[in-house]
């Protein structure tokens, strides 16, 4: 049967559905006429809105003509809970799906560089250090990737995002002084974005509330906050108001220990001139304009 919740899987598996509909060249009016279904019980279905059971999925899969293996992906997402695994590659899609449609992003990393505004080098260098990412796969996976936040920070209307990330992130050498260099510098002109605030948590905090690891939280308009973490083998979405409600807590004690955006841009700035400058290949001097006017 049926429930009055909506979760990541079934926004996803509606997402399915719809795309899968357009396909045919079908409306919602005309499937809802061939499946005896009222439009609004399809819309529910097909915006994710209402769980789909088997056998509704396997009604609109007939009408649409989806068989085999996505017949089966389809199947499998309405059986599995709203809090079971995702495989990692899935799980990267989904987030950026779900990054896609956000009204806001916020953000934490505590040991790398945030993933949405990497350089292509840098996020490379993570990759090859992956025991999950064949050697072989390496470009492949960055130049997915690099396409995907390109997809999110590049759309005509962006979500908001803050990215909080610790100092100790900013000092960790990942591949060669020059690309740290780059990196660095990088983060410096997608955080003079309006839209992107980089804000670094400062080793002199201490301990802080984002100890525990990484993670990512997204706002949407017609949907309650998700939140997003991952782990070497899996990923998870986590969208019980309880739970989501501990992750909001965490931003906002992150937030407030946090430095604000001009003294962000100051120790970044500092971290790649006397960590990685003297190693890497001179480089214009960064607009003086780069930096934030205000704090966020």
């Known amino acids: 049967m049926t429930e009055e919740r909506s979760t990541v899987r079934s926004r ?31 819309s529910r279905f097909i915006t994710g809105k209402l769980a789909v ?26 059986r599995e809970p709203a809090t079971a695994s ?24 505590a040991v790398t560089v945030p993933v949405l505004v990497r350089t292509a080098d840098y996020a490379r260098s993570v990759l090859a250090r992956s025991v999950t990412v064949q050697s072989d796969a390496v470009e492949m996976h960055a130049a997915d990737r690099m396409a995907c936040c390109e997809r999110v920070l590049g759309a005509s209307h962006p979500p908001r995002c803050t990215l909080f990330v610790h100092e100790f992130a900013l000092r960790l050498p990942v591949g060669s002084a020059q690309i740290m260099y780059d990196q660095l510098h990088h983060l410096l002109r997608m955080g ?21 690891g990484s993670f990512c939280l997204m706002e949407f308009t017609d949907f309650s906050p998700v939140v997003s973490v991952e782990q070497d083998t899996a990923g998870y979405f986590l969208d019980e ?16 220990v946090a430095l604000g955006r001009n003294e962000s841009d100051q120790l970044i700035g500092g971290l790649a001139v006397d960590l990685y400058g003297p190693c890497a290949r001179s480089e214009p001097a960064l607009p003086a304009n780069l930096v934030s006017a205000q704090d966020a």
């Open 53 to 78: 059971s088997e056998l509704e999925i396997s009604a609109m899969a007939a009408v649409f003509g989806v068989t085999g293996a996505e017949r089966e992906r389809l199947l499998c997402l309405s």
């Open 12 to 42: 996803q598996l509606g997402a399915a559905l719809r795309a899968a509909m357009e396909q045919t060249g079908l409306n919602g009016k005309r499937t809802a006429q061939i499946l005896d279904w009222s439009e609004s019980r399809l």
């Open 241 to 256: 108001p309880a739970t989501v409600a501990v992750y909001e807590k965490i931003v906002t004690s992150l937030a407030a």
């Open 86 to 109: 995702w495989e990692l590659s899935e799980h990267w899609r989904t987030l950026i799906d779900l990054q896609d449609t956000a009204v806001r992003v916020v953000t934490f990393d």
């Open 192 to 212: 003079a974005r309006s839209y992107v605030s980089v804000r670094v948590i400062p080793a002199s905090a201490g301990a802080y509330a984002g100890v525990a």
